[in-house]
């Protein structure tokens, strides 16, 4: 398999390139050691490091206001939920136990964030000298914020958490280079995201997106068992890896493979029951409040149906948006579908997972910081293009400016009234989702355009005297 350099097939790295001797040349060789995967693997951890200064001041916030907090753009949700959804406590999530349940919220999050919450608690408390966690349940909960060991505990909450989100965006970075056989250099706008690294350390979305980044792995090897239990994992920590079944639909459809269909549906079916039946048992109820939560929620930072109802002052209640934002959702895959069916070649997996996703987000009731990360494994595998990815993601960091400045009141007008400069946030990330959403409806009816299938063709007409062989779609 011969490998495509982006300083020869991309414009505008091969224009960057001019910088520092040119594109890759014909008789170039490549580092016994510094393959590269191993070049990404390195870039992902710089940047992901830089993630982690970014996020530092927020570390020593103790005796400052919430909005300097959002001047300083280092919010994470790790910080303020370890105490009162019970972590202080080693509380498991789903327990029903009553005194623990008037003591604490139920984690709202999908069991698999809620598992990998409770299991960082215990190995922060361990490291903290193991607590006597008696003691703290003496004290009102409120109290347990100035006990002189809590800042050091929830310091290393946070860390460890930390070490652990960037083994995921390493792991994340090697399945997207192997992605894309002898295209290992298009999982670089994941390492290099400026999305990862002002956004990965913001919630637990790095699980699913690790195991997103796996299903790709996975189809492309043509795998669907292992597809479908990725899948299934990833729906257990959040709800949008669900909807790359749509892909595989589609895929399978236009294959006739109707066994790797059912297959894949089957194995994300029970790896997800199997992941979800612990909690279920032990707290039936609290295992509902994920559910119940979303539904109960009314329009959200960063949505569509926020810009309207501030604009137009409209009052949309929470039962009209999921209505409408499920019809919407369902024309949406509707049109994918038909995308996918009558387009002159298969679509790729990537793509029609991007498409999915991306018609979600825009219909849904929330769009919170963090969610471009959901976007991030399957955009840049659907259009490993600098030039698309850089315009995208510029619209996704100009979002993530103001929705802090929103929150920090930062937009306010002087005279009163809304912050228009935040819908104009919100519009300008949606334009950016449309832009990418256009460039790849594009690639799937003019597959010429797509650099994934062209680089293919390349190889195939090149021959097989120079050992080139077309790749599955992936």
């Not at 991306?358 to 600098?386: C, D, E, I, T």
């Amino acid at each position: 398999m011969t490998q495509v350099y982006p300083s020869r097939e991309d414009p505008v790295v091969r224009g960057l390139s001019e910088s520092i001797g040119g594109p890759m040349g014909e008789h170039g060789t490549r580092h016994r050691w510094w393959t590269p995967t191993r070049v990404l693997l390195l870039l992902t951890a710089v940047v992901f490091s830089l993630g982690l200064i970014q996020k530092a001041p927020c570390s020593v916030v103790e005796g400052q206001d919430q909005n300097w907090t959002y001047s300083h753009m280092c919010y994470t949700d790790l910080r303020p939920l370890y105490i009162p959804r019970g972590l202080a406590e080693h509380a498991w999530p789903y327990t029903d136990d009553a005194e623990t349940r008037d003591r604490y919220e139920v984690m709202e999050y999908p069991v698999g964030i809620s598992y990998w919450a409770w299991g960082t608690s215990w190995v922060a408390h361990w490291l903290n000298g193991s607590p006597d966690l008696a003691e703290r349940y003496r004290l009102p909960v409120d109290e347990l914020w100035g006990l002189p060991e809590m800042s050091r505990e929830v310091n290393l909450f946070v860390l460890i958490n930390a070490v652990g989100f960037g083994a995921l965006a390493l792991l994340s970075t090697w399945l997207l280079a192997g992605t894309h056989r002898g295209r290992p250099w298009d999982a670089a706008a994941f390492a290099l995201s400026p999305a990862l690294l002002l956004t990965g350390l913001i919630n637990w979305d790095l699980i699913a997106v690790a195991l997103v980044a796996g299903a790709l792995w996975a189809w492309s090897r043509d795998r669907p068992l292992l597809t479908g239990i990725l899948i299934g994992l990833g729906t257990a920590a959040k709800l949008y890896p669900l909807f790359l079944l749509g892909a595989v639909l589609v895929i399978c459809l236009r294959r006739r493979r109707w066994r790797a269909l059912a297959v894949t549906i089957g194995a994300a079916a029970i790896s997800w029951l199997a992941v979800n039946l612990p909690a279920y048992l032990s707290g039936p109820e609290e295992w509902k409040v994920f559910w119940s939560f979303n539904a109960d929620r009314a329009a959200d930072l960063g949505s569509l149906w926020l810009l309207v109802d501030q604009a137009g002052d409209v009052g949309f209640s929470a039962h009209t948006i999921n209505l409408w934002s499920w019809i919407l959702f369902g024309a949406w895959c509707l049109g994918v579908f038909l995308v996918g069916m009558f387009a002159p070649e298969e679509p790729r997996f990537a793509q029609l997972g991007f498409l999915i996703v991306v018609g979600f987000l825009l219909v849904n009731k929330v769009y919170s910081p963090q969610y471009v990360l959901w976007l991030l494994p399957l955009a840049v595998m659907a259009r490993p293009r600098w030039r698309d990815q850089i315009v995208w993601q510029a619209c996704e960091v100009f979002y993530f400016c103001t929705v802090w400045w929103y929150l920090g009141s930062y937009l306010a007008p002087a005279g009163g009234g809304d912050a228009g400069f935040y819908w104009l946030g919100i519009v300008i990330r949606v334009i950016g989702q449309l832009y990418l959403v256009g460039i790849i409806v594009r690639d799937i009816y003019r597959p010429a355009h797509d650099p994934v299938k062209a680089s293919t063709v390349a190889e195939v007409e090149a021959g097989p005297e120079r050992g080139r062989v077309p790749e599955p779609s992936a």
